[in-house]
């Protein structure tokens, strides 16, 4: 089974979601999405198997989003594709791609639906909140 997360070490979220894949005992493809960039084909085909909108994967915190106007809904869909390939700190994270689907997993938890097998718990968050119990396994 492959699995990709398009992945920022510096991102809390992230890193708890990257723990969660590696309980499952598989290694997944990981993407330094900062460092690579993005391409308008690629975050088409992201959000569309995410089923999301541009508008939806828009960071908003902790990115220029504001600075750049983006925060303005009559920003249309192309005008935040441009601006997320320009800045890929715009694209909230972190997205992962399994044989059950694809999905923006904020928060953490997300990240469950999209394995098999399920990790065995219990599985903490960096900042210590159980994410899986032992009993949910």
């Known amino acids: 089974m492959t699995i ?21 005992g598989v ?19 992201l959000f569309a198997a995410a089923n999301l909108t541009p508008r939806q994967a828009l960071r908003t915190s902790k990115s220029p989003a504001e600075e750049l106007g983006l925060l303005d809904e009559a920003v249309d869909d192309e005008a935040l594709l441009d601006a997320m390939v320009k800045h890929p700190i715009l694209v909230n994270r972190p ?9 923006l997993c904020r928060p953490s938890e997300e990240v469950l639906e999209l394995l098999e097998p399920r990790p065995k718990g ?13 009993e949910q396994n």
């Open 95 to 103: 997205i992962v791609c399994s044989p059950k689907g694809v999905k």
């Open 4 to 24: 990709v997360i398009h992945h920022n070490p510096d991102c809390g979220t992230s890193r708890n979601v990257l723990a969660i894949i590696r309980a499952t």
């Open 122 to 134: 219990p599985i903490y968050k960096e900042d210590g909140t159980l994410i899986l119990g032992s």
């Open 27 to 45: 290694e997944p493809v990981v993407i330094a999405y900062l460092e690579e960039g993005w391409t308008k084909p690629q975050l088409r085909g």
